[in-house]
């Protein structure tokens, strides 16, 4: 029998904003967003493509490239506006309403904010994780 992953404890949004504001650089923030992915009931095919096999999910098997998420967070910095980045991802067996990933992302204006916030969920789901939904 192998050794399970056991999911991680989700962080305080709370304590990320105040570390945030702390922050030397968050006089320049006029705005933060944070996205919070869930593990959800309807699977990915049926959201995004209409197709229904029949079945739920009723957990997850999740995982990530450390490495990945870390250059994906420095290209973010890197986008004009954008002065803090947080990420947190959870790892190995989640059940239907589990976090899976907490963003927060601080920068000078809305428009700004929204687009980084964009790229780097989009950056992670698509090229720095393995999302295996299982069903029943």
Known sequence: MGVEKIKKVSPSIDAWLKEAKADPMAVEDGMFLVHNGVVRRTPRAKVRQGIDDGFDVTGMEFSYNGEQ???AVEETLEMEGIFHVK???NEGHLDVGDDIMYVLIGG???PRVIDALQFLVGKI???CVIEI???G
């Open 69 to 71: 998420v870390d250059q």
């Open 87 to 89: 990420v947190w991802l």
């Open 108 to 110: 000078d204006i809305r």
């Open 125 to 127: 789901k698509n090229e």
């Open 133 to 135: 939904e299982q069903k």
